[in-house]
Nanobody
Framework: QVQLVESGGGLVQAGDSLRLSCTAS????????VGWFRQLPGTERELVAA????????YYADPVKGRFTISKDNAKNTVYLQMNSLKPEDTANYYC??????????????WGQGTQVTVSS
């Protein structure tokens, strides 16, 4: 059972940056594809970005293209989401999810508890 822990959320102003981290308990996390999702209360969870297990493929939702960057550090069992030029509409609870050998975004097997990002105008 892989445990995922997100960190790095907080309250920032529009235009600021944050880096979210998703750290896994699994030492073979390098074999996992990871997605970052966000969700507001009462809304569906939205895929924001994803990275394949190899790190060679990435995906970004249109609202975050050019502003967010997803990356993997296998030595630290961690996937990052660098968020620049934040906007109030980026406010949400952000979750990471993982699936072994995932090459493309899809149904993930393991989920973290989330970290809150709030962007004030």
């Amino acid at each position: 059972q892989v445990q995922l822990v997100e960190s790095g959320g907080g309250l920032v102003q529009a235009g600021d940056s944050l880096r979210l981290s998703c750290t896994a308990s699994e030492r073979t996390f390098s074999r996992y594809g990871v997605g970052w999702f966000r969700q507001l209360p009462g809304t569906e969870r939205e895929l924001v970005a994803a990275i394949s297990w190899s790190g060679r493929s990435t995906y970004y939702a249109d609202p975050v293209k050019g502003r967010f960057t997803i990356s993997k550090d296998n030595a630290k069992n961690t996937v990052y989401l660098q968020m620049n030029s934040l906007k109030p509409e980026d406010t949400a609870n952000y979750y990471c999810a993982a699936k072994p050998w995932a090459e493309a975004p899809g149904q993930y097997d393991y989920w973290g508890q989330g970290t809150q990002v709030t962007v004030s105008s």
